[in-house]
């Protein structure tokens, strides 16, 4: 999902810290998160530790899966504890509104639950669904990283869940076997076309300027780690270029998403052969035809 105030190797997975405000999650009806010892309601647990995948950004957590523990289903190894955040109505509504909308466009079911980070602020996006009425996979959105990213204009929020949920999208449409960059950009593009959309239908609660910004702020520099997503310019040009498709009136997020695709492409992405055994063999560079298979 942000960031590069915090360490280069991050991704959009990362916010800026505000106060202690505090949060509230409940994201969609009654999904929500789990109250400390309490799972949240409906969610399909694993019968022993399951090991998850992060779908595009593993920044912070700088690996490419989680761990999910039946004895303790609220935490989530690798990351932290699902937790509840008591936000302002406004602003719990807002965040709701952002994910329905996020699903509606993206054609996705995903929720999004709060978690208490032990790493560095970030979001992530996995392959396993915390709630069986969204089995598209599940996003996550660390406390520290709202509480930065409110504390500075806000903003920044809805194009995070949107990159986020872009990832969903991108595993649900098999997204092809690349770099970790090209599928950031990728997921830049889509958060781009969300912001510009947002700003249609919400122009009094939105600021394109705070999201661009935001997004800017998360590029890095570090070209030979594997998990670089993307210059600063690099990922500004990406969202540009997203919000420009929405401002020219596209208004099918599935041609957005194949517009991405020929956006980074013009740029030099290229698809990465998988070996036999259905792994492109680096785990930074998912081939997700294969997950199922490999369950
Ligand atoms: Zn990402």
Redesign the pocket.
Known sequence: ?LSLFVRVNT???RYRSASAAALSLLLLSAAAVAQTPAPPPGPRFPRAKTSVRLI??ATATRTSSLKIDRRDPTRIDGFGRLVDLPLKSAVQEAVRADCAELRSQFGIRAPLFFVDEETSPNAVAIDYPLDKRFPDGTVLFGKKLFEREYSKGRFGIPTTIA??FA?IMQYKRKFPAMTTKWQ?LH?DFLAGWFTAHRARFWPDNSDPNVSARTVYESGDYQFNNPQHHGTREERFAAFRAGYKLNREDVADASFVYTKGLEYIQSRGARIERANRLGSTGDPDIPFYRNRAAKQ
């Open positions: 999902m991704s959009f997975c595009g950004c990159h986020e990832h950031e997921a």
